[in-house]
């Protein structure tokens, strides 16, 4: 039992609606950041047979090109499936108090809503093969390729 390693493993996969606007910003480099809460709903039955409703939120990050994405095709209410890994930060405060957070760094988001066209423009000239999920291109980019070719296969190892 000694030698059994334990998998390092962190992903995680959420649906939910945005409950603000997103906020996009630039680092001191240029590098795009977007910042936005997911409300996840759950339903249950209660222990009198009553169904009862939870809501669970959720903070996401998204950076480069998946951040211009979501501040292009985002807004308060927008449906969203994001599929990412949770990282925590720490910072300290202007009053000197310590904070952290637990949040989504996001690999992947598909956009739920329907997009709309504009009125004066017909269904014709709407490119239909336009993506609906949008993915961070940079976001494995320290992972070892072991982990990377789990994650190219969706988690299943490709015997040799």
Not at 52 to 64: L, P, R
Request: glycine share 6%.
């Amino acid at each position: 039992m000694a030698d059994l390693k334990m998998p390092e493993m962190n992903c995680v996969v959420i649906a939910g609606n945005l409950t603000k606007d997103p906020v996009f910003r630039q680092t001191t480099n240029g590098t795009p950041v977007v910042n936005f809460t997911v409300a996840s709903n759950r339903k249950f039955r209660d222990s009198g047979n009553q169904w009862q409703e939870d809501v669970c939120y959720v903070g996401v990050v998204a950076w480069n090109k998946l951040a211009d994405s979501c501040r292009d095709r985002l807004k308060k209410g927008s449906a969203v499936l994001v599929d990412g890994e949770l990282q925590s930060r720490n910072w300290k405060t202007d009053d000197g108090h310590n904070r952290s957070i637990v949040e989504i760094k996001a690999r992947r988001i598909q956009f739920l809503n329907k997009r709309g066209r504009p009125a004066d423009v017909a269904a014709e000239q709407v490119a239909d093969d336009e993506p609906s999920t949008f993915m961070d291109e940079s976001f494995d980019r320290f992972l070892t390729n072991e982990e990377s070719d789990l994650l190219k296969n969706n988690g299943h190892k490709i015997s040799e």
